[in-house]
């Protein structure tokens, strides 16, 4: 239920934003997205989860190739199959194009401690499905994840 009123409200944001006849802008602003995902996966211990993400990103500006780059940050919220909950935070570098991917590196909170994470993603546009893997330790077990994202990204322009 939440999530058809999640991709309802994006809806409405992406057509009312779509009426901007700014682009581009004389801003100093270079653009970049907002991007909300839901993934579902599993973990090397064969826990399954599933996570629903915000990701902001600004485009780094650059010549006249054909692959834009990124930079951004990414919350999460995630739920283990057993219940438990987990929180993650990530700095992320992103080179989009007909093929895009991208890594980025954070935490992971599990059980009230912090944990480094890293994570890496890649995808073919405009597909919105974007297979990720993250891994991290908890309590000195390494843990990896993989899982399939599906996400809708509303692209700001600059």
């Known amino acids: 239920m939440i999530i058809r009123k999640t991709v309802l409200l994006l809806s409405i944001i992406t ?23 839901y993934q579902i996966g599993k973990n090397s211990n064969e ?16 010549g006249e190739l054909p692959v834009f780059p990124f930079i951004g940050l990414t919350y999460g919220s995630r739920k283990m199959k057993d219940g438990t909950k987990q929180r993650y935070g990530d700095l992320q570098l992103n080179l989009v194009s007909i093929v895009a991917g991208g890594f980025g590196i954070g935490v992971i909170s599990s059980g009230g401690s912090m944990h480094k994470r890293k994570k ?3 995808g073919i546009l405009p597909l919105p499905v974007i297979l990720t893997k993250d891994s991290f330790s908890i309590e000195g077990e390494r843990l990896s994840s993989k899982g399939i994202m599906l996400s809708y990204p509303m692209p700001i322009f600059g």
């Open 15 to 37: 057509v009312i934003e779509g009426q901007n006849e700014c682009r581009p802008c004389n801003s100093s602003f270079p653009g970049g997205y907002v991007t909300i995902s």
């Open 120 to 122: 890496s993603w890649a």
């Open 47 to 62: 826990q399954r989860f599933r996570d629903l993400q915000v990701s902001f990103a600004v485009v780094i500006p650059h």
